[in-house]
């Protein structure tokens, strides 16, 4: 089962509103997928959570001393 259309509309909205690209968008709407389908295992989630953190643009990120 896949998800809602408007879910994803909401998805696509959401990252369109907040300046993020379609693949962002894409990324999390094929991981609810998964999710929805019950075809994710934790390591799907690992990977899908550092690639999508990938994809993510920011103009304001600073990266924290780690001192």
Not at 36 to 51: A, C, H, K, R, V
Request: cysteine-free; proline content about 3%; charged content about 25%.
């Amino acid at each position: 089962m896949s998800i809602d259309t408007e879910l994803e509309k909401a998805v696509i909205e959401a990252t369109h509103d907040l300046g993020q690209s379609p693949l962002t968008a894409n990324k999390i709407i094929a991981w609810l997928n998964e999710m929805s389908n019950g075809n994710i295992t934790p390591e799907d989630t690992n990977t899908f959570l550092s690639t999508t953190l990938d994809s993510i643009q920011t103009d304001t990120y600073e990266a924290e001393d780690e001192n």
